[in-house]
Protein backbone atom coordinates (compact mmCIF):
# COMPACT_ATOMS: atom_id res chain seq x y z
CA UNK A 1 0.00 0.00 0.00
CA UNK A 2 1.64 3.29 -0.91
CA UNK A 3 -0.71 6.54 0.02
CA UNK A 4 -0.61 9.86 1.05
CA UNK A 5 -2.54 11.11 4.15
CA UNK A 6 -3.72 14.60 3.32
CA UNK A 7 -5.35 17.15 6.27
CA UNK A 8 -4.90 20.50 7.78
CA UNK A 9 -2.70 20.71 10.97
CA UNK A 10 -5.31 19.23 13.40
CA UNK A 11 -7.18 16.99 11.66
CA UNK A 12 -6.19 14.40 13.74
CA UNK A 13 -3.83 12.66 10.73
CA UNK A 14 -1.21 11.36 13.51
CA UNK A 15 -3.56 9.39 15.07
CA UNK A 16 -4.93 7.65 11.60
CA UNK A 17 -2.09 7.33 10.27
CA UNK A 18 -0.27 5.21 13.09
CA UNK A 19 -3.25 3.12 12.33
CA UNK A 20 -3.23 2.60 8.87
CA UNK A 21 0.80 2.21 9.34
CA UNK A 22 0.14 -0.87 11.54
CA UNK A 23 -2.44 -2.14 10.14
CA UNK A 24 -1.03 -2.43 6.64
CA UNK A 25 2.47 -2.91 8.48
CA UNK A 26 3.93 0.54 6.24
CA UNK A 27 6.21 3.11 7.86
CA UNK A 28 4.15 6.49 8.77
CA UNK A 29 6.34 9.36 7.33
CA UNK A 30 5.23 12.46 8.68
CA UNK A 31 7.65 15.22 6.56
CA UNK A 32 6.75 17.20 10.46
CA UNK A 33 8.27 14.65 12.36
CA UNK A 34 11.19 13.99 10.40
CA UNK A 35 11.85 18.08 10.74
CA UNK A 36 11.03 18.39 14.37
CA UNK A 37 13.09 15.91 15.27
CA UNK A 38 15.99 17.31 13.47
CA UNK A 39 15.47 20.64 14.84
CA UNK A 40 15.69 18.96 18.17
CA UNK A 41 18.86 17.45 17.21
CA UNK A 42 20.06 20.48 15.99
CA UNK A 43 21.43 18.49 12.81
CA UNK A 44 22.07 20.87 9.83
CA UNK A 45 18.46 19.87 8.34
CA UNK A 46 16.88 20.91 11.58
CA UNK A 47 18.51 24.11 11.83
CA UNK A 48 17.63 25.02 8.06
CA UNK A 49 14.06 24.23 8.56
CA UNK A 50 14.16 25.72 12.35
CA UNK A 51 13.74 29.63 10.59
CA UNK A 52 10.79 28.53 8.44
CA UNK A 53 8.78 25.86 10.46
CA UNK A 54 8.85 28.20 13.79
CA UNK A 55 7.52 30.91 11.74
CA UNK A 56 4.31 28.67 10.17
CA UNK A 57 5.82 28.68 6.46
CA UNK A 58 7.00 25.56 4.65
CA UNK A 59 10.75 24.47 4.57
CA UNK A 60 11.85 25.24 0.83
CA UNK A 61 11.07 22.56 -1.62
CA UNK A 62 14.75 21.78 -2.53
CA UNK A 63 15.12 20.76 1.08
CA UNK A 64 11.77 18.72 1.51
CA UNK A 65 12.46 16.84 -1.37
CA UNK A 66 15.95 15.96 -0.87
CA UNK A 67 14.38 14.37 2.47
CA UNK A 68 11.99 12.63 1.54
CA UNK A 69 13.77 10.80 -1.94
CA UNK A 70 16.25 9.68 0.88
CA UNK A 71 13.73 8.62 3.11
CA UNK A 72 11.62 6.66 0.43
CA UNK A 73 14.39 4.99 -1.01
CA UNK A 74 15.18 3.19 2.70
CA UNK A 75 14.63 -0.88 2.97
CA UNK A 76 11.60 -0.19 5.07
CA UNK A 77 9.62 1.49 2.02
CA UNK A 78 9.88 -1.38 -0.39
CA UNK A 79 6.19 -2.97 0.10
CA UNK A 80 4.57 0.59 0.65
CA UNK A 81 4.58 3.32 2.93
CA UNK A 82 1.90 6.28 3.87
CA UNK A 83 3.40 10.06 3.52
CA UNK A 84 1.17 12.33 6.02
CA UNK A 85 2.58 16.31 5.22
CA UNK A 86 3.91 15.70 1.80
CA UNK A 87 3.64 16.37 -1.02
CA UNK A 88 2.46 20.16 0.29
CA UNK A 89 3.35 22.31 -3.29
CA UNK A 90 3.04 20.74 -6.49
CA UNK A 91 6.18 21.44 -7.36
CA UNK A 92 6.85 18.60 -4.12
CA UNK A 93 3.93 16.25 -6.48
CA UNK A 94 5.78 16.68 -9.52
CA UNK A 95 9.08 15.67 -8.14
CA UNK A 96 7.45 13.03 -6.16
CA UNK A 97 6.10 11.30 -9.22
CA UNK A 98 9.46 11.52 -10.56
CA UNK A 99 10.87 9.57 -7.17
CA UNK A 100 8.21 6.85 -7.90
CA UNK A 101 9.08 6.61 -11.52
CA UNK A 102 12.70 6.35 -10.50
CA UNK A 103 11.75 3.44 -7.62
CA UNK A 104 9.91 1.94 -10.53
CA UNK A 105 6.16 2.03 -8.73
CA UNK A 106 3.25 4.13 -8.24
CA UNK A 107 0.59 5.84 -5.94
CA UNK A 108 -2.22 3.34 -5.05
CA UNK A 109 -4.27 6.33 -2.70
CA UNK A 110 -4.47 9.67 -1.59
CA UNK A 111 -7.44 10.24 1.40
CA UNK A 112 -8.28 13.80 2.44
CA UNK A 113 -9.46 13.97 5.57
CA UNK A 114 -11.76 16.66 6.17
CA UNK A 115 -12.57 19.33 8.97
CA UNK A 116 -14.06 22.62 8.96
CA UNK A 117 -11.26 25.18 10.05
CA UNK A 118 -14.00 26.38 12.88
CA UNK A 119 -13.26 22.55 14.02
CA UNK A 120 -9.50 23.16 13.68
CA UNK A 121 -8.91 26.36 15.33
CA UNK A 122 -10.45 25.17 18.25
CA UNK A 123 -9.13 22.01 18.32
CA UNK A 124 -5.35 23.77 17.80
CA UNK A 125 -5.59 26.25 20.38
CA UNK A 126 -6.20 23.84 23.13
CA UNK A 127 -2.54 21.90 21.99
CA UNK A 128 -0.52 24.25 22.94
CA UNK A 129 2.75 23.41 21.00
CA UNK A 130 5.75 26.08 20.37
CA UNK A 131 3.76 26.69 16.60
CA UNK A 132 0.15 26.17 17.89
CA UNK A 133 -0.21 30.27 19.01
CA UNK A 134 -3.65 31.23 17.51
CA UNK A 135 -1.68 33.73 14.73
CA UNK A 136 0.30 30.77 13.52
CA UNK A 137 -2.81 28.23 13.58
CA UNK A 138 -4.46 30.80 11.15
CA UNK A 139 -1.67 31.47 9.03
CA UNK A 140 -1.17 27.38 8.76
CA UNK A 141 -4.44 26.90 7.78
CA UNK A 142 -4.02 29.40 5.01
CA UNK A 143 -1.05 28.17 3.92
CA UNK A 144 -2.43 24.46 4.14
CA UNK A 145 -5.71 25.60 2.30
CA UNK A 146 -3.64 27.95 -0.82
CA UNK A 147 -1.37 25.11 -1.03
CA UNK A 148 -3.37 21.76 -1.22
CA UNK A 149 -6.01 23.43 -3.26
CA UNK A 150 -4.15 22.44 -6.42
CA UNK A 151 -2.64 19.44 -4.87
CA UNK A 152 -5.84 17.86 -3.98
CA UNK A 153 -7.20 18.89 -7.35
CA UNK A 154 -4.22 16.82 -9.39
CA UNK A 155 -5.28 13.47 -7.37
CA UNK A 156 -8.68 13.93 -7.89
CA UNK A 157 -8.33 14.34 -11.81
CA UNK A 158 -6.23 11.27 -11.38
CA UNK A 159 -9.17 9.01 -10.24
CA UNK A 160 -6.89 8.30 -6.94
CA UNK A 161 -8.25 10.96 -4.45
CA UNK A 162 -11.06 10.04 -1.19
CA UNK A 163 -12.44 12.63 1.02
CA UNK A 164 -13.43 10.96 4.30
CA UNK A 165 -14.53 13.04 6.82
CA UNK A 166 -12.33 14.13 9.89
CA UNK A 167 -14.91 15.11 12.35
CA UNK A 168 -16.38 12.58 15.20
CA UNK A 169 -15.51 9.38 16.67
CA UNK A 170 -11.93 8.56 15.70
CA UNK A 171 -12.93 4.55 14.84
CA UNK A 172 -15.81 5.83 12.47
CA UNK A 173 -12.67 8.02 10.79
CA UNK A 174 -10.43 5.03 10.74
CA UNK A 175 -13.39 3.04 9.04
CA UNK A 176 -14.66 5.11 6.61
CA UNK A 177 -10.29 5.46 6.04
CA UNK A 178 -10.18 1.97 5.81
CA UNK A 179 -13.62 1.78 3.46
CA UNK A 180 -12.02 3.81 0.96
CA UNK A 181 -8.31 2.61 1.00
CA UNK A 182 -10.34 -1.01 0.29
CA UNK A 183 -12.11 0.21 -2.69
P1 LIG B 1 3.24 19.38 10.06
O1 LIG B 1 3.49 18.68 11.36
O2 LIG B 1 3.02 18.45 8.92
O3 LIG B 1 2.17 20.43 10.16
O4 LIG B 1 4.59 20.16 9.71
C1 LIG B 1 5.17 21.10 10.59
C2 LIG B 1 6.06 22.04 9.83
O5 LIG B 1 7.11 21.31 9.14
C3 LIG B 1 5.35 22.80 8.71
O6 LIG B 1 4.71 23.95 9.19
C4 LIG B 1 6.51 23.14 7.78
O7 LIG B 1 7.29 24.20 8.26
C5 LIG B 1 7.36 21.87 7.86
N1 LIG B 1 6.94 20.89 6.81
C6 LIG B 1 6.39 19.67 7.00
N2 LIG B 1 6.15 19.05 5.82
C7 LIG B 1 6.57 19.90 4.86
C8 LIG B 1 6.59 19.85 3.43
N3 LIG B 1 6.10 18.80 2.74
N4 LIG B 1 7.12 20.91 2.77
C9 LIG B 1 7.60 21.98 3.43
N5 LIG B 1 7.59 22.10 4.75
C10 LIG B 1 7.09 21.07 5.49
Request: charged residues 25%.
Amino acid sequence: MRCILFGPPGAGKGTQAEFISKHFSIPHISTGDIFRENIRNQTPLGIEAKRFSEAGNLVPDSVTIAMVRDRLSKQDCVNGFLLDGFPRTTAQADEFDAILRDLDTSLDAVINLVVPDEELVERLSKRGRADDSVDTVLHRLTVYHDNTKSLIGYYRSRGILCDVVGVGPIEDITAGILQALAR
